[in-house]
């Protein structure tokens, strides 16, 4: 019988104090000091012009777009995401390897360059162009561009998620509920589904902050037409550029407050996968 053994390293507590004052260190100056600078900017002239600036159409009109592109993204790639994860862990194909590379894509191309290709595709006098006019069909520099963009640019999240944890999981679950008479929507309802849930949500999560966040790719299709293209990191853009630094940092703000957001309920995940004693992540 193999014994199993336990590798500890132990190191003095100056040791131990300096990697935690770096890391405190690292944290404080790229991630608390432009978290406080923003809020402060943004505060700086006071809560009324704080209120004014979000209230302003412009900036309410980005708020609603951004939440528009997450609310269609998210879901396409959540049904996207789990198809994926599926097949890829759960079956052996053809393609497998073709697929997997594809799904990694926009983790390699700059979103600027996935935005290119979506105007050289459906450009007026690309590829596509022409038909789309002559159907009366805008996608670029409109909503579903930026439809479009969000979703290439998040699409690997939740399938990236999905396929190390169902791989570990492996399928004698699905295989035992199948021999026993379950169909293949029961088998995913009610063995599938509940044992993928946290990695899912937390897929989900990284998703939509992706989603509300993108900047490249939606940047180059929606044209930046205020009032209707202009997505919340496209109008702070517009806003500083225009010196109107409290509005610029007001909309700021509200990024980051939903940024915070969403570490706030990814620790939750994590903590009650924890608890639950499920897996996460894959081994």
């Given at each position: 019988m193999a014994a199993s053994t336990r590798i500890t390293t132990h190191e003095s507590r100056a040791v131990t104090l300096l990697f935690i004052g770096v890391a405190l260190t690292y944290l404080l100056m790229f991630l608390g000091l432009p978290l406080f600078t923003v809020f402060y900017q943004a505060f700086s002239k006071g809560w009324e012009l704080y209120w004014v600036a979000l209230q302003e159409p412009d900036a309410w009109s980005a708020?609603?777009?951004?939440f528009i592109a997450a609310g269609i993204a998210v879901p396409c790639n959540l049904v996207f995401g789990i198809s994926a994860a599926w097949a890829i862990a759960k079956f052996e194909f053809k393609g497998k390897s073709l697929l997997i590379t594809l799904i990694d894509l926009p983790f390699a191309v700059s979103p600027v360059v996935s935005g290119l290709v979506y105007v050289l595709l459906f450009g007026a006098q690309c590829w596509f162009g022409e038909w789309l006019q002559a159907h009366?069909?805008?996608l670029l520099f409109a909503v579903p561009?930026?439809?479009l963009a969000t979703i290439f640019v998040t699409f690997p999240f939740i399938a990236r998620e999905l396929i190390p944890l169902m791989q570990a999981?492996?399928?004698e679950e699905e295989e035992a509920a199948v021999s026993l008479g379950a169909s293949g929507w029961q088998t995913f309802w009610r063995v599938t589904l509940p044992n993928i849930k946290w990695g899912l949500l937390y897929g989900v999560i990284l998703c939509n902050a992706r989603a509300m966040?993108?900047?490249?790719?939606v940047?180059?299709?929606s044209g930046h037409i205020r009032g209707m293209t202009n997505t919340m990191p496209l109008h702070?853009?517009?806003l500083y550029n225009e010196y109107n630094f409290v509005a610029a940092f007001a909309v700021a703000s509200l990024l980051a407050l939903?940024?915070?957001v969403t570490l706030a309920v990814k620790s939750l995940v994590e903590w009650q996968a924890k608890r639950s004693g499920e897996p996460l992540h894959g081994a």
């Open positions: 708020i609603k777009l951004t009366d069909i805008k561009g930026i439809v999981q492996g399928k966040g993108e900047f490249g790719a940047s180059v299709v702070v853009e517009i939903l940024a915070v």
